[in-house]
């Protein structure tokens, strides 16, 4: 999808299986709403093809596709009542009476708001408009249900019940959905599946422990979790060198430059003298909730972050300025 000589979707191509629930995250800018607009049928792809239910649907209008979509800001009827916005899709399709109170009654109760039938819009908290926004999108019974950064405009604490609230929905009603999100946590916590789109490309598509433990690409390790990162070349065969650490690498060059990532829960450290454990000074610590974050100087300046749980932090009475030992567990390689 081009616009003007921009391509803000570019040569993207994913299976998404029946009844999963895939999460597209990115960075802004990257193409998610133009590719979720461009399935909805929002937006003409200017090449190739989006496939429905085993069928050709590139061409069909948006109404012809039965997908369901929901919106950032709630786009739901101001002057109709809870509902009415429910019924809405039903009506157009002229179900029977019996039908539609059939259906909007299921759809109450699996987004959790019976007894709001007679509120209006602006009667309702965010979390509750985006909520009647799902029931409304799901009342036709759509192939699929897209949306489109949901949460976004909600605090953190809505944002956290609404994502357990959509995985317990998932769970009951199997449609196969994409969200878009530009939230790591979100998309590692809901979703079976994940695209991580950059620049209008999709960088990988996994699991979330794939794309957390083993990142496809630079940019993958960078915007997914945090990770420490090193620029060093390789010294000598498969290893190189970076003040007191070793790292084995495989598939470089002798004098490649590379650039190493590890996460900081990677970092183990200990103030018990253990093999092959590099020693350092704990700089600064900084209190990050369940984990403390340690500044840790391993020499000459070189310095890594460190993530341990408060437990362990309190338990082992780590002071500022103490030597401790290091390891690092797992790390990843790129080339430069
Ligand atoms: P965000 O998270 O900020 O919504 P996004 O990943 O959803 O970002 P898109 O909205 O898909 O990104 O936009 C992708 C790129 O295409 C952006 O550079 C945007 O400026 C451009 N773009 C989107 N829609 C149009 C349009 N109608 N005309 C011109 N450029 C557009």
Known sequence: KRFGNFAAVDNVSFNLETGSLVALLGPSGSGKSTLLRMIAGLEIPDGGEIILTGNEATHLSAGERNIGFVFQHYALFKHMNVWDNVAFGLKMRRESKQKIHDRVTELLKLVHLEGYERRFPDQLSGGQRQRVAVARALAPEPHVLL???????????????????????????????????????????????????????????????????????????????????????????????????????????????VRIYFRPDDVYVTSEEETLQVQATINRSRFRGAAMELDLDVGNGRRIIAHIPKGVFLASGFQLGQKVYVGITAFHTFGR
């Open 147 to 257: 949306l489109d950064e949901p949460f976004g405009a909600l605090d953190a604490k809505v944002r956290d019940e609404l994502r357990d609230w959509m995985l317990q929905l998932h769970e009951e009603s199997h449609v196969t959905t994409l969200f878009v999100t530009h939230d790591q946590h979100e998309a590692l916590e809901i979703s079976n599946t994940i695209l991580v789109m950059n620049q209008g490309r999709i960088e990988q598509t996994g699991t979330p422990l794939q794309i957390f433990d083993h990142p496809a690409t630079q940019f993958v390790a960078e915007f997914v979790g945090e990770s420490n990162f090193i620029d060093a070349s390789v010294s000598e065969e498969n290893l190189v060198l970076w003040g007191p650490f070793k790292f084995v690498v495989k598939g470089f060059r002798v004098g490649q430059n």
